[in-house]
């Protein structure tokens, strides 16, 4: 019998599809037979799937944060890496805007705390700064204690 099938038939007997799990040795081999399956029968579901922690864009970001607070801002790389993750608070146009000007301008260590001339610039640069520099304070204040 059919996930689908099975998953049915206990419904129609009363059982909560929220109470139906389904256990595979090997997702990998066999998830995609089964997203079809159930997937057409239009029953909800979810796969879980192991995947390397690195791999989740949050955790990449939050190593890059890490890594530009604790470098004291001077790989670029990883300044970058935090500002286009998508975790800084800024809209893509002005994750974009910030990068262009970083690249043109060479900023990196304390030219990332410079006042930029350009007021709305500024504000984007403010915005994208102080949760790293509150997240440096921190680190620094617990490593104090």
């Given at each position: 019998?059919?996930?689908a099938?099975?998953?049915?038939?206990?419904?129609?007997?009363?059982?909560?599809?929220?109470?139906?799990?389904?256990?595979?040795?090997e997702?990998?081999?066999?998830?995609?037979?089964?997203?079809?399956?159930?997937?057409?029968?239009?029953?909800?579901?979810?796969?879980?799937r192991?995947?390397?922690a690195?791999?989740?864009?949050?955790?990449?970001?939050?190593?890059?944060?890490?890594?530009?607070?604790?470098?004291?801002?001077?790989?670029?790389?990883?300044?970058?890496?935090?500002l286009?993750?998508g975790f800084?608070?800024?809209?893509?146009?002005?994750?974009e805007?910030?990068?262009?000007?970083?690249?043109?301008?060479?900023?990196?260590?304390?030219?990332?705390?410079?006042?930029?001339?350009?007021?709305?610039?500024?504000?984007?640069?403010g915005?994208?700064?102080?949760?790293l520099?509150?997240?440096?304070?921190?680190?620094?204040?617990?490593?104090?204690n």
């Amino acid at each position: 019998m059919g996930v689908a099938a099975g998953r049915r038939r206990r419904a129609r007997g009363g059982m909560s599809l929220d109470g139906m799990a389904v256990g595979i040795g090997e997702v990998e081999g066999y998830a995609g037979a089964v997203e079809t399956s159930v997937g057409r029968s239009g029953i909800p579901y979810h796969i879980t799937r192991k995947r390397p922690a690195l791999s989740h864009p949050l955790v990449r970001a939050w190593l890059a944060a890490l890594r530009t607070v604790t470098t004291q801002w001077r790989r670029p790389e990883d300044v970058l890496d935090w500002l286009k993750g998508g975790f800084s608070g800024l809209t893509i146009e002005e994750s974009e805007r910030l990068e262009n000007y970083a690249i043109e301008h060479g900023l990196r260590g304390r030219k990332w705390r410079r006042t930029i001339e350009d007021v709305e610039l500024e504000d984007i640069r403010g915005r994208f700064v102080a949760p790293l520099e509150a997240l440096q304070l921190r680190l620094r204040e617990a490593k104090d204690n």
